[in-house]
T-cell receptor
Framework: AQSVTQLDSQVPVFEEAPVELRCNYS??????LFWYVQYPNQGLQLLLK??????LVESINGFEAEFNKSQTSFHLRKPSVHISDTAEYFC????????????FGSGTRLSIRP | KAGVTQTPRYLIKTRGQQVTLSCSPI?????VSWYQQTPGQGLQFLFE???????NKGNFPGRFSGRQFSNSRSEMNVSTLELGDSALYLC????????????FGQGTRLTVV
C-alpha cells in the first residue's frame, strides 16, 4: 500500500519570500508523484507530476518539485510567492497498475502575508 | 472544451435518506473516479469506472455505490445517509485508465442533517 505524509498542515509566508512544502511518501513499488492545488470552493488542479526521467519537474507558474528516491520525498518549492498562490496544496501518489487510484496527503494550507 | 461537470453543486439531505450525485467527464474521457473530501479524513478514493465497469474500489461501506453509462457519465449513490457522510464529493476524469492526468470537477457539497 502507498501512503503520503505532508509534514506541515499550514505554512505562512510573506509575499515574495521563498517557500517549501514538504512531502514524503511510502510505497513498496514504483510510484507516480503529483502536486495538486485547491483554491477555495474549487476542485483540484494538477500543478505538476513526476513519472520518470529528470527528477526535477516544473510547473508553468514557477513551482518546482524534486523527486528524491533515497529520501522518499517530493518537496514543492517556489523561489518567490504571490498573494495569488494562497491555496491548499496536496501531494499525491499513484502506481502504474492503479494510475487512477490517487492517494492524497492531508494537505498544506499556504497563506501569503502582504 | 468543457471541463468536468458535477451536479448539483450543493445538496442538503436528512439522515436515512439516499442521494445521487452526477458527473459528466470531459468529452472523450472514459475513466471517471470519485473522491470524498472531509476535514477529518482528507481526500479519500471511493471508486473508479472505465467502460461502464468498476475497476478499482476504495475502503468505503457498501452504502456507497456508483455506475457509469455508455457515454462515460457517472453517478454515485449513497444510501441510508449518516451525518458523517457530509463532505465534498469530487469527480475526476481522464482519457483512459492509465493516463496520469486527472481533471477534477468543482465537487458536490453534501450536507446531512
Amino acid at each position: 500500500a502507498q501512503s503520503v505524509t505532508q509534514l506541515d498542515s499550514q505554512v505562512p509566508v510573506f509575499e515574495e519570500a521563498p517557500v517549501e512544502l514538504r512531502c514524503n511518501y511510502s510505497s513498496s513499488v514504483s510510484v507516480y508523484l503529483f502536486w495538486y492545488v485547491q483554491y477555495p470552493n474549487q476542485g483540484l488542479q494538477l500543478l505538476l507530476k513526476y513519472l520518470s526521467g529528470s527528477t526535477l519537474v516544473e510547473s508553468i507558474n514557477g513551482f518546482e518539485a524534486e523527486f528524491n528516491k533515497s529520501q522518499t520525498s517530493f518537496h514543492l518549492r517556489k523561489p518567490s510567492v504571490h498573494i495569488s498562490d494562497t491555496a491548499e496544496y496536496f501531494c499525491a501518489v499513484s502506481t502504474q497498475s492503479s494510475v487512477s487510484k490517487i492517494i492524497f496527503g492531508s494537505g498544506t494550507r499556504l497563506s501569503i502575508r502582504p | 472544451k468543457a471541463g468536468v461537470t458535477q451536479t448539483p453543486r450543493y445538496l442538503i439531505k436528512t439522515r436515512g435518506q439516499q442521494v445521487t450525485l452526477s458527473c459528466s467527464p470531459i468529452s472523450g474521457h472514459r475513466s471517471v473516479s470519485w473522491y470524498q473530501q472531509t476535514p477529518g479524513q482528507g481526500l479519500q478514493f471511493l471508486f473508479e469506472y472505465f467502460s461502464e465497469t468498476q475497476r478499482n474500489k476504495g475502503n468505503f461501506p457498501g452504502r456507497f455505490s456508483g455506475r457509469q453509462f455508455s457515454n462515460s457519465r457517472s453517478e454515485m449513490n449513497v444510501s441510508t445517509l449518516e451525518l458523517g457522510d457530509s463532505a465534498l464529493y469530487l469527480c475526476a476524469s481522464s482519457l483512459g485508465r492509465y493516463n496520469t492526468e486527472a481533471f477534477f470537477g468543482q465537487g458536490t457539497r453534501l450536507t446531512v442533517v
